[in-house]
């Protein structure tokens, strides 16, 4: 009876002593060939040849929340992922932010300029899966449902009484005649102008089926998104677990998929990535850059990956309302006194030495009519920043911080709490400005906070945070810095920027909204509302075996080609 | 017996309504359920006032609270706020997830740390006992998520080693397999295996020492003198007589850490990526979804309460002493 005890007790030494000299011994290894791959770029426009079939497993950061992308519940890229393969999309933007009118027959025609008439024409081979083609209709009932309204709701908290739940009402709003020429063609009167037109009809699922759902616009997606208008088409959503797509071989577009299905997995910890990737259990990552993360991805050697710098950057914006930051010399003097080249060099060079500084802040540097604006500020000059507050009738005390009229310059800095790379950019900031003789002190509070509490109200300083830019940056750039708008938290206010702004939002000339767009962000240099600073990185993993799967740094992200997507010859073979 | 169950289920009400009312404003205050819809310059004021409006979040918090007091008192507990599903459908899933994943390894701790706990005890100072003492706390000190990620980087050795997958990271079962039975159940249990290991590991090393200090306590008792004394045969002393005994202190600690596993066994969930209970919990805290996170809190809470019962049910079913007194 001993002896048959001890037996298993050494095994169960020897199997515990190997785990262990397992876990010590994992590093060294590793692949020798390891890193080879990692800076490949992955060129999506010229589509590289396809084996049949396969199947490809994306792991993905959040569960879908249902499929209306339209409400504000829906309004998430957890949802655009998914629902940018089935719906129809009258035009997505590429990855060079350029407009490609994928379900349209050509780019929408300007019937009238005064009124601002526009004509669409939806592709004429553009069809559900279900064998309806797109019409109109649905077009028009999407746009209904938007701007659906009843007087009975009228409220203080819903002025104009919208009946569905949606989050953006931007140029929808200005339609005041929606006019149906025919089954594939319909006109939409504006007013006022809204020159960014040729952004509208995303998005939008089949009307019929709408209609049949009980829940209506608000809620009759949160299961089945319906016949699909896409490459392909939803199969089915285990919850908590995977949503799968599989091939729309109704498909109308020109490339037709070849995959047989996307698997959407649901992986919220990214730090599960890695080895979900490595064991084959996904073939795709899109996580939010961490340099363990990518460190890890890199090692593996039959997974290529891509840093890529998107349309979403971080800034420091200015509280005009406070006593020291209204006064212009005052945010002279951070402009200068930041160092911007240390901050990505610290922080975002160890992603990808293509990581800079972003000197624009309402096209960012991968767009069309870039400019690498506020020239003055681009290097540090700690000189220039005490020149500055000298000039403005500051003067330093014996701290090393100036004041003026027995006040000491002294701001908070506020991000969001817990984010690590941030409260670093905080005091890496801090102490740059110290340099030059202003304090600052930190003063984070967590995301809810910041954005729910504090920004709205205007309770901060100077405030880190990260706008998107977009295909259309005009549009977005006055709903941020126009006098009195909802989302100008640091109550920028001239009149000559509004001005150029309104002049943007009405040119409907698309070059020429470019140039508007690049004089508002000069017009902003001199005045100094915010500072950018530089975008943030994306990262896409992707097992070699699939071929055209690439970012698109735009608001689109990955899926926009996926009709393109396959497993290469060799791996089919 | 009646009576006392009864009057111990009732004495936890308010202990759950005032839980559950710290929960409710502690999730209102702290965390934001339109978040994303905020930074979305797009998104206008209004837009944002008018979901407010639709979920209550422009009302005070107690009266959100008595809101939603009303509809749970009515057993309805709402849905998420985040994709509108209901409540209780969710929960649902996530317990199954939960049970799925610590059901096994429960069984296997409690097999496993009972008879080591007895092994150590009878054979005290042996090798095997120092070695037990050594594992034991080794597991019980080792962070849940380093284990189970040296387990994982293991598991994918193992794998690559045989060039098929046996063993895998995340999830319950691979997505849309399609097979026999039996691929079905591998792929099932090949899902199961690191998360059961690892619950298991880290549960045993903690019970088995509660068995081993309940053993020695009793081995050194005055009846088990006496059943020695009276010729029984060691076999049967220890069998009989001692181990009997020594099961009563578990058996209560079992019963109370089962409940609490089954509230979430967090760390473990989200390593592996199974949406269970915990990981339900957790993700509705951080979008601020009170519905979600207040339901799932009182039905943790009353599944504490009714472990603590049945714990205490059965102490008193297994000692004699506890029922006559």
Redesign the interface.
């Known amino acids: 009876m001993r002896d048959t005890?001890?037996n298993p007790?050494l095994l169960?030494?020897f199997v515990?002593l190997a785990?262990i000299a397992?876990?010590c011994g994992?590093d060294d290894d590793d692949d020798p060939t390891a890193g080879e791959d990692t800076e490949e770029e992955t060129d999506s426009k010229d589509i590289e040849e396809r084996g049949a079939g396969g199947?490809l497993?994306y792991a993905a950061d959040q569960?879908?929340?249902?499929f209306n992308g339209n409400t504000?519940?829906d309004?998430?890229t957890s949802v655009k992922n998914v629902i940018e393969n089935l719906f129809f999309y009258a035009v997505k933007a590429t990855p060079e932010f350029g407009l490609d009118y994928v379900g349209l027959e050509g780019e929408p025609e300007i019937v009238s300029e005064d009124p601002q008439v526009i004509e669409w024409k939806i592709k004429k081979s553009a069809a559900w899966d279900d064998g309806k083609p797109v019409t109109t209709d649905d077009v028009e009932y999407f746009y209904e449902q938007i701007e659906l309204k009843d007087p009975a709701k009228v409220?203080?908290?819903?002025?104009?009484g919208?009946v569905n739940?949606?989050?953006?009402?931007?140029g929808y709003e200005q339609i005041t005649k929606f006019e149906a020429v025919d089954d594939k063609t319909f006109r939409v009167t504006f007013d006022p102008v809204f020159a960014d037109f040729r952004g509208l009809w995303t998005d939008i699922p089949q009307a019929a089926f709408m209609k049949a759902q009980a829940g209506g616009w608000d809620?009759g997606l949160?299961a089945n998104p319906g016949p699909s208008a896409g490459p392909y088409k939803f199969k089915?959503w285990?919850?908590?677990?995977?949503l799968?797509l599989e091939k729309n071989t109704k498909w109308w577009g020109e490339d037709k998929p070849t995959l047989d299905?996307i698997?959407f997995?649901?992986?919220?910890?990214s730090?599960?990535q890695p080895?979900?990737l490595?064991?084959?259990?996904?073939d795709m990552i899109y996580p939010q850059p961490q340099l363990d993360l990518v460190d890890q991805v890199e090692q593996l050697t039959d997974v290529k990956s891509e840093i890529g710098f998107g349309p979403v950057f971080e800034h420091l914006t200015f509280n005009l309302k406070n006593e020291f930051l209204k006064d212009l010399a005052v945010r002279k003097a951070i402009a200068h006194g930041v160092d911007r080249d240390a901050i990505v060099n610290a922080l975002m060079k160890p992603f990808s030495d293509k990581a800079a500084r972003l000197d624009n802040r309402v096209l960012v540097s991968n767009q069309e009519g870039y400019e690498a604006n506020g020239k003055e500020y681009q290097k540090v000059d700690p000189a220039k920043a005490e020149e500055a507050l000298k000039a403005g009738g500051y003067t330093k005390g014996a701290d090393g911080f100036y004041a003026k009229g027995g006040k000491k310059i002294s701001l908070r800095i506020s991000t969001t709490a817990g984010n690590q790379l941030r409260e670093q950019q905080g005091e890496l900031i801090k102490a740059q400005l110290a340099k030059v003789g202003i304090e600052l002190r930190i003063d984070n509070s967590?995301?809810?906070v910041l954005?729910?509490d504090r920004l709205?109200a205007g309770d901060f300083d100077i405030a880190n945070?990260a706008?998107?830019g977009s295909v259309f940056p005009v549009?977005?750039a006055k709903?941020?810095y126009e006098t009195g708008s909802?989302?100008n938290y640091g109550a920028y206010s001239n009149a000559e920027f509004d001005k150029v702004a309104k002049e943007g939002a009405s040119e409907l000339d698309d070059k020429k909204q470019l140039e508007l767009a690049d004089e508002m962000d000069k017009e902003m240099w001199k005045d100094l509302p915010n500072l950018p600073l530089y975008q943030k990185p994306t990262f896409l993993g992707i097992r070699n075996q699939f071929v055209n799967v690439g970012d698109n740094t735009t608001n689109e992200g990955p899926f926009w080609n996926s009709q393109v997507w396959g497993v290469s010859k060799a791996a089919a073979a | 017996m009646t009576g006392f169950v009864l009057r111990r289920l009732f004495l936890s009400i308010p202990v759950i309504v005032l839980s559950s009312f710290l929960v409710f404003a502690l999730v209102a205050a702290?965390?934001?359920p339109?978040?994303?819809?905020?930074?979305?310059?797009?998104?206008?004021?209004?837009?944002?006032?008018?979901?407010?409006?639709?979920l209550g979040l422009?009302k005070p918090v107690v009266e959100r609270y008595l809101d939603w007091a009303g509809d749970v008192v009515r057993l309805d507990l709402g849905r998420s706020y985040?994709?509108?599903?209901p409540v209780w459908?969710?929960l649902e899933?996530?317990f199954g997830?939960t049970f799925r994943m610590v059901a096994l390894s429960t069984l296997l701790a409690l097999m496993l740390a009972v008879g080591l706990g007895v092994?150590s005890a009878v054979r005290q100072y042996s090798v095997?006992d120092y070695?037990?003492t050594f594992?034991a706390f080794?597991f019980f000190s080792m962070p849940v998520f380093w284990l189970a990620g040296?387990?994982?980087?293991?598991?994918?050795?193992f794998?690559q080693a045989l060039g098929k997958?046996v063993?895998?990271?995340?999830?319950?079962?691979?997505?849309?397999l399609e097979g026999t039975w039996w691929d079905v159940t591998a792929n099932r249990l090949g899902h199961l295996a690191l998360p059961t290991i690892t619950l298991m590991l880290v549960t045993m090393a903690a019970w088995s020492r509660y068995q081993r200090a309940a053993m020695l306590d009793v081995l050194s008792s005055d009846y088990v003198r006496t059943a020695r004394a009276k010729g029984l045969t060691e076999f049967r002393v220890i069998s009989k007589h001692a181990f009997r005994n020594a099961l009563i202190p578990l058996t209560t600690v079992v019963a109370i850490d089962f409940a609490g596993i089954v509230g979430g066994a967090v760390i473990t969930e989200?390593?592996?990526?199974w949406?269970g209970m915990g990981?339900?919990t957790l993700?509705a805290i951080n979008r601020?979804d009170i519905p979600v996170v207040v339901a799932a809190l009182v039905i943790i809470a009353m599944v504490v309460v009714v472990f603590n019962l049945i714990a205490d049910i059965l102490y008193a079913v297994l000692d004699p002493r506890i029922r006559n007194a």
Do not use: C, M
């Open positions: 005890r001890r007790w169960a030494l515990v785990l397992g876990a994992s199947s497993v569960e879908p929340t249902g504000s519940k309004n998430g409220s203080e908290d819903n002025p104009k919208y739940d949606v989050a953006n009402h931007v809620t949160d089915e285990k919850k908590g677990e995977s799968t299905t698997v997995r649901f992986l919220p910890e730090t599960t080895d979900a490595r064991n084959n259990e996904v967590p995301s809810t954005f729910r709205p945070f706008w998107v549009g977005g709903q941020i909802d989302s | 702290s965390s934001d339109l978040e994303a819809l905020r930074a979305n310059p797009l998104a206008s004021r209004a837009t944002i006032a008018e979901r407010e409006a639709e422009n985040a994709d509108n599903e459908d969710k899933r996530g997830v092994f095997g070695a037990g594992f080794v040296i387990l994982k980087d293991l598991g994918i050795r794998n997958t063993f895998y990271t995340i999830g319950e079962r691979t997505p849309n989200s390593v592996f990526a949406q990981r339900v993700g601020g």
